[in-house]
Structures are given as C-alpha cells and as structure tokens.
C-alpha cells in the first residue's frame, strides 16, 4: 500500500510570485485536505476535495485554491506569495466510507517565500 | 467555533518516567479525537483515536480516553522511551472527517 507523497519537498519563492504544490493521497482514498503548519505551531486546515469538489474550507483567503483529479491526487495553488506564507504545507489523506475518517499525512514541502 | 488546547511545552522527562499531556477540547455536537506524532523531520502520524464518550484509544504503550464530562483527552503513557521524542499534537474533527482542528502541540523530550 502506497502512503501519502508530496512534492516538491522543498521549495524557494519570492514574494508575489505563485507556487503549485502536488499530492498523490494514500490508495484507496478519496477525500484530500491541506493544511499550513507555521514553525511551532500545530496544523491549520486549509480546505478539503472530495470528488473533484471543495468540501470545506478553514479561514484562508481566495489566492490559495486548490484541484482535485480524478484519480484523487491534489494540488495546492498560492498565488500572489507573502511571507507569512512561509511554512510546512502537508497534504492528508482519507476515505469517506467507514469512519471516523482519521487522515493519513504525507510528509509535507517546505515552502520558503523570501 | 471547534478549539483544542494543550499544555504548553517543552515537556522533559527521563527514560521510564509517567508522561501525561493534557488535551481539552471545545466543540459542538460529538466530535471524533485523536492524538498524532510528529517525529523530527517528517509528517504528522496518527498515534490513537476515539470516537464517542469513554471510548479509550491505544497504542504502542500511550492511552487517552475520551471524557465527555470535561471535554478531555489527556495523552498517558507509563514508561516513556527515548524514542518517544517527539511533538504531540491533540486534535478534533466532525464525524465526517471535516474541519479536522489541531493544537499547538507539545514538545516532549526523553532524555537516557
């Protein structure tokens, strides 16, 4: 069974520019959620796909939108970069049959806006 | 709106020490708890769950049971090991895998 991979694993950007970031969710799993985890601090819920649609969405603002694809790998899109953007973005991964739905991560990309 | 608060950290403890990490939580409805570890350097790993009230979640040696009375999910574990070093994180989500909300986390550091 394949786990949850993320790419790039790291990633330099400067300010204003835009980033895409790639997941491929774990076999089996068909709902994807994204989440900024800033130094030391625990993971903020970015938004979650589920078939192709956005199925809930944290407080984030429209320049960070995202795709799901058919075979349910995710990209995160952030447009018009800042520096608090600088953080640890980690994808998860679960399936929406059988519950409590726990999510399997994968081992984030390093995003650095200088 | 759905919070988690835990104690705050760093946590040091010596090889076979009582870890305890508490973990409080504010929620409507019955939300599904968890407890996930982040080792250095890599991504978050579910260590245990529960689901509804006095449900207890195990694994590798750690226990928390969820206690509805005061919205708790304390992190337990009777012998830590050096190996155990690693940031906690408590967490909650809707019963439909949404919105899951994490803590800030606790540093917990075994020394030998």
């Known amino acids: 069974e394949t786990g949850v991979t993320q790419s790039p694993t790291h990633l330099i950007k400067t300010r204003g520019q835009q980033v895409t970031l790639r997941c491929s969710s774990q076999?089996?799993?068909?709902?994807v959620s994204w989440y900024q985890q800033a130094l030391g601090q625990g993971p903020q819920f970015i938004f979650q796909y589920y078939r192709e649609e956005e199925n809930g969405r944290g407080n984030f603002p429209p320049r960070f939108s995202g795709l799901q694809f058919p075979n349910y790998s995710s990209e995160l899109n952030v447009n018009a970069l800042e520096l608090d953007d600088s953080a640890l973005y980690l994808c998860a991964s679960s399936s929406s049959t059988g519950g409590p739905y726990e999510q399997y991560f994968g081992p984030g990309t390093r995003l650095t806006v200088t | 709106g759905n919070s988690v608060t835990q104690m705050e950290g760093p946590v040091t403890l010596s090889e076979e020490a009582f870890l305890t990490i508490n973990c409080t939580y504010t929620a409507t409805g019955y939300p599904s708890l968890f407890w996930y570890v982040q080792y250095p350097g890599e991504g978050l790993q579910l260590l245990l769950k529960a689901t509804k009230a006095d449900d207890k979640g195990s694994n590798k040696g750690f226990e928390a049971t969820y206690r509805k009375e005061t919205t708790s999910f304390h992190l337990e574990k009777g012998s830590v090991q050096v190996s155990d070093s690693a940031v906690y994180f408590c967490?909650?989500?809707?019963?439909?895998?949404?919105?899951?909300?994490f803590g800030p986390g606790t540093r917990l550091s075994v020394l030998p």
């Open positions: 967490a909650l989500s809707n019963n439909y895998g949404q919105n899951f909300v």
């Open positions: 076999s089996g799993h068909n709902t």
